[in-house]
DNA sequence: TGTGAGTTGATTTTT
DNA sequence: TCAACTCACA
């Protein structure tokens, strides 16, 4: 145990070693918090805690997966449960989903979802949305969830036009989404907060499962995961938080700074730590962040310290326009990178909004510079993806409306508009899912006949994929089939398509590395709640919940382009912090009051200190907004800064950088993209190029083939079949099976891989 | 029912 | 600027 404490500050060596009772970590910028917090675990771990009376509670896939990589290095084998808040209660609701009226399989709504689940919810209303628009009231909605107020409770402030409207709307949305046996994030937080307070018996169980938690970045938490930390730490009150006021950047959502502020009178045997000696920057970049959040009002203070270097002074810089601030930043990092002095992976840019990327992409193209940008469109945002996992929803909980709409004429089998509006109006007076009105098409009369038809064989192709359930990846490949997604991608010849097509295979490789991560049901029809079912449960709840197939690489040596909300948490030697104007930073929808100004300025202190060695802000005189060019005003912050500490150099004195001298050598890399990793080598027989009639003439028994080379839709050979085509795959290693529709006799045939002599033909 | 053009309108941050 | 959405038409 003792190297768990080797190394440690007299403060982190506290944190560390105080086990029972409430404990508050402010930790600042750079203080080596998670290093504390892993090693508080791993410590209890050593002195005997049961890893499953552990909980850790997250805000970011990111920061428990990097907590979960920490904890397994240091106690091995742990049992501790680390993960977000939102995937916790995922988990907990599908325990007592029943509690709350919901069944276990319910759906998790991503926002897409829950913005259709609404529109409609509003249509059948007859809502106008001529006054307002369905986000405004999506954030009304959402900010009533998170501060756990019912539909029932919701009351509008006066003189707030939208409050009527979300009033009426707000049951509505709500009714809807349980009849979907669907939630979306906030219900995640929300019922579980209502199990807990209302189920006494459910509370003091998990209460005594759960003997010490720990919830990372308590200054984000909101009024629900506060009540779900606090209602589990009543009978053990082992409640150790971390944060830091100052860190705080996501009141939008939520988040309520009282929770940390007034930490200490909730829990009055609190004991404080503070972590204010930073180990990450240099002397004046500290001094330039504290400099400016000393401005904030609302704040906890710290007496932040570093015993690094002085370093340089930081650059505070005016461009002449956002163009050339792309541009001479692009040139200005192709010059330290390609004599050596610095690898790309060193440097991050950082701005306020996402479409503020788009020049930075450009410039570090056209310099051949290596970039990678968090959160372009997200892989599980894509609208193909969406549609082939909107069937597995469906498949997993017949009830979602909002995934049956999705994929009822996706692709197009002649269902359109009307017979959708009948159907949706027969169930709303039977009181029926829409996937059971269309059940009994035949009886709504206003539905003509052709289209009844059709209506039916889709019922019957969602009942066949029903029956199909087993490993995701095998029912992902008979919903590529089945429903005709894949035949419609491929017969178009659409560049886009074949890019669709990319992604879905992306997908399957998902699924497949999900089945054999977890254990995928063997059997098909088999499948209780505890096989098949569970499984495809497990595998949306991971798909809705987790974003990370795009995963930021430290390793991969590019450029790192990313919003101020995204770096915290990160650090990088080179920062560059752009377009620190009036209106972008701070926002100009954060200007109306003076606590969102406050967070503005901590959204810029969190930028300034993720800077090792250097740092630079800038800003542009002017910049093209909505096509336009206007004159840029620089940020208020700009003024808080102490400019003994910095460099100000005005567009005169830039550095002119000949754009020649930038060599292009490398090809600049998109994230999107990227090459997949090599398929694992395929055995030497001919990659597959000669054609059937080759190999039937042959009649030979072929060389095992790798069964790792068989593609969702690929055509193959069989030596007793003959030709098919590869409808689904699945399984892993020595049994992985094959789908295959033949055209011979044999038809719809899975193949156990293994020995079987089926190989691909082309 | 599907497509195409033309318009509109909107641009913060995330689970 | 650009993407999404509507409305008219085939």
Redesign the pocket.
């Known amino acids: 145990m003792e190297h768990l404490l080797e190394n440690l500050t007299d403060a982190q060596r506290e944190a560390v070693l105080y086990q029972d009772g409430p404990l508050l970590i402010l930790a600042g910028p750079g203080s080596g918090k998670t290093r504390v917090i892993t090693h508080r675990i791993a410590r209890m771990i050593a002195d005997g805690v049961p890893g499953h009376q552990i909980l850790a509670l997250t805000?970011?896939?990111?920061a428990a997966e990097e907590m979960k990589l920490r904890v397994a290095r240091l106690a091995p084998q742990s049992e501790v449960w680390i993960g977000?808040f939102?995937?916790f209660c995922a988990r907990m609701l599908r325990k007592y989903a029943r509690i709350v009226g919901l069944e276990e399989n319910y759906t998790i709504y991503d926002?897409g979802d829950s913005a259709q689940a609404l529109r409609r919810a509003m249509a059948q209303l007859h809502v106008d949305a001529a006054f307002t628009?369905p986000?405004s009231i999506g954030r009304a909605i959402s900010w009533a969830k998170n501060n756990l107020i019912t539909p029932e409770q919701y009351q509008p402030k006066s003189g707030n036009p939208l409050g009527g409207v979300v009033q009426q709307i707000y049951p509505a949305y709500q009714a809807k989404l349980a009849g979907s046996n669907a939630v979306d994030?906030d219900d995640l937080l929300m019922h579980v907060a209502t199990i807990l307070r209302q189920n006494d018996e459910v509370r003091a169980a998990l209460d005594e499962r759960y003997r010490y938690i720990m919830v990372d970045e308590y200054q984000d938490t909101n009024l629900a995961q506060y009540v779900i930390a606090r209602a589990m730490s009543c009978d053990f009150s082992n409640l150790a938080v971390t944060g830091d006021p100052d860190q705080s950047i996501y009141g939008?959502?939520g988040a309520n700074l009282n929770n940390i502020l007034d930490f200490e009178k909730d829990f009055p045997a609190v004991r404080v730590v503070r972590l204010e000696r930073n180990y990450r920057s240099t002397k004046r970049i500290l001094r330039v962040a504290d400099e400016l959040i000393s401005h904030n009002l609302r704040r906890k203070k710290k007496a932040l310290f570093t015993e690094n270097e002085a370093g340089e002074p930081v650059r505070l810089v005016t461009y002449r326009t956002h163009k050339e601030e792309a541009e001479m930043i692009a040139a200005e990092i192709a010059g330290e990178i390609a004599p050596g002095r610095r690898h790309a992976r060193d440097y991050a840019v950082f701005y306020?909004?996402?479409?503020l990327s788009r020049s930075f992409e450009l410039a570090l193209r056209e310099a051949g510079v290596p970039y990678q940008m968090i959160?372009g469109v997200e892989f599980f945002q894509r609208q193909e993806i969406k549609d082939v996992l909107a069937y597995l929803q469906l498949v997993n909980n017949p009830h979602d409306e909002v995934a049956l709409l999705r994929v009822i004429?996706r692709p197009?089998r002649?269902?359109?508009?009307?017979?959708i509006e009948r159907l949706a109006n027969h169930a709303q007076h039977r009181r029926l899912s829409l996937l059971d009105a269309a059940r009994e098409v035949r009886h709504v009369e206003s539905v003509a006949a052709r289209?009844a038809k059709l209506v039916t064989a889709f019922v019957a192709m969602v009942d066949r994929l029903i029956s199909a359930v087993g490993p995701i990846e095998e029912l992902l490949g008979l919903v590529l089939n089945e429903s005709g997604y894949e035949a419609m991608l491929k017969g178009s010849g659409d560049e886009e398509d074949e890019e669709r097509l990319a992604n879905i295979q992306e997908l399957l490789t998902v699924a497949r590395e999900f089945d054999e991560r977890h254990g995928a049901p063997r059997g098909t029809r088999s499948a209780g709640r505890r096989g098949g079912v569970g499984h495809l449960e497990a595998f949306l709840e991971e798909t809705a919940?987790v974003?990370d197939t795009d995963e930021w690489e430290t390793q991969l040596d590019r450029v790192t382009l990313m919003?101020l909300?995204?770096s915290k948490g990160l650090e990088f030697p080179c920062v560059y912090l752009v377009a620190v104007e009036e209106g972008l930073l701070p926002?100009e929808?954060?200007r109306t009051s003076a606590e969102q100004l406050e967070e503005e300025r901590r959204l810029m202190f969190v930028g300034i200190t993720r800077a090792q060695q250097q740092l630079q802000i800038s800003r542009a005189e002017y910049r093209?907004f909505?096509?336009e060019r206007k004159p840029a005003i620089p940020s208020s912050f700009l003024m808080e800064l102490p400019r003994g500490e910095m460099d100000v150099r005005q567009p005169e004195a830039t550095r002119v950088v000949e754009i020649d001298e930038v060599p292009v050598d490398h090809e600049p890399v998109f994230r999107r993209e990227e090459p997949r990793p090599p398929a694992p080598a395929t055995p030497s027989f001919g990659s597959g190029l000669r054609t059937a009639a080759e190999m039937l003439g042959e009649g030979q028994t072929p060389a095992a083939v790798d069964p790792d080379v068989f593609r969702q839709g690929m055509v193959v050979l069989h030596p007793k079949f003959g030709l098919g085509k590869v409808i689904a795959l699945g399984g892993s290693g020595g049994d992985r099976t094959a789908t295959v529709d033949f055209t011979s006799a044999a038809g719809r045939q899975k193949i156990a891989l293994a020995g079987s002599g089926l190989r691909p033909v082309k």
């Open positions: 805000f970011t896939n990111k977000t939102h995937r926002t628009s986000e994030f939008w959502r306020r909004t996402n479409a959160n004429n197009t002649g269902i359109g508009k009307t017979t289209s919940l974003n919003t909300h995204a926002h929808r954060s093209d909505r096509g």
